[in-house]
């Protein structure tokens, strides 16, 4: 993914007009939760006839192929092109040139606020299945429905952009979403019936691929072809690192902290409001995540608006 993630946005890039490419960035958006809701399908159909070791072979032969027909494709090296140089020829000033960009045409704000967006978002969102089954008990058919709901929500949310086609300013539709979805952390961390649970991951869920899109869109606008690929490397390092550090965070604090604290009565005046149940740190954390979510989100608008970019 090091390699592929930064490859595949240039190429877009590449391969598509300004005018085009918020609806192509949507429609790659969708394959991710399109994948989530046909895949199990097909594999509950399969599984009984082919087996697991079939089911395998099968996922080998679908690789082999998109592998032969990626490496089949050929495109102009318009970065080499550009730069007018060697692999033997880079330099460390070549090798930070993504980043220096950044800095010099004030993106690095920005880089830094998706970073904190993908820190509160990534260990939480791991956090959903025993959420759900510990808020809702034994839930029967609730499982799979809310399950559903997010797969849903995300393809919605990818589907709506890819419909739309263009957007005139791509980073206040981004933040906006962020807001929606900061809002619906907190009304997840205090639902408990499905239909609740379900409703609030949906529009959760909906912004996510959305915003990706457009902040896809919107990088590949503003970066020369020559910088892509660094600045992309970049803004997946920073994605990585971050969701790293969450995971590695925000667990030992549900475990450690949060649900010791509910346990033991030291939040008394939240647990109205969350429940006293075995999952009380999980909800304490996404009402927390919501209010956090929204709050550097209306203050990086804020100083967005302020310094005009």
């Not at 996922?59 to 490496?71: K, V």
């Not at 006293?276 to 989100?297: D, R």
């Amino acid at each position: 993914m090091m390699f592929q993630a930064p490859a595949s946005h240039t190429v877009i890039a590449m391969l598509t007009s300004e005018q085009e490419r918020d609806r192509v960035n949507g429609i790659r958006e969708m394959l991710f939760p399109l994948a989530g809701i046909i895949a199990p399908v097909f594999v509950s159909l399969l599984y009984e006839p082919l087996g697991i070791t079939g089911i395998v072979i099968m996922d080998g032969i679908t690789f082999l192929a998109s592998a032969i027909f990626l490496l089949s494709v050929r495109l102009p090296d318009e970065g080499q092109k550009e730069l007018n140089m060697s692999p033997s020829t880079i330099t460390l000033r070549d090798i930070f040139g993504g980043v220096m960009f950044m800095v010099k045409h004030r993106l690095i704000g920005l880089a830094a606020y998706i970073g904190v967006i993908n820190f509160l978002l990534n260990g939480t969102l791991e956090m959903v299945v025993p959420y759900v089954s510990g808020a809702a008990g034994e839930m029967g058919w609730g499982m799979p429905f809310v399950f559903m709901c997010m797969n849903v929500g995300a393809l919605t949310g990818a589907l709506t952009v890819a419909l739309i086609g263009r957007f005139r300013d791509r980073i206040k539709v981004v933040m906006a979403g962020y807001t929606l979805t900061g809002l619906m952390f907190i009304v997840f961390g205090i639902a408990e019936d499905p239909i609740w649970l379900g409703a609030a991951l949906f529009l959760l869920m909906l912004p996510l691929p959305a915003a990706g899109a457009l902040l896809n869109s919107y990088f590949q606008s503003v970066v020369p072809a020559a910088l892509q690929g660094r600045v992309f490397a970049f803004l997946h390092q920073v994605n990585v690192a971050s969701a790293v550090l969450s995971f590695a965070a925000l667990g030992p604090l549900v475990d450690r902290v949060l649900q010791p604290a509910a346990n033991a009565g030291e939040l008394s005046w939240l647990l109205p409001i969350v429940g006293n149940q075995s999952v009380s740190g999980i909800s304490i954390l996404y009402i927390a995540t919501g209010i956090a979510m929204s709050a550097v989100t209306i203050t990086t608008l804020i100083l967005r608006r302020s310094t005009g970019k």
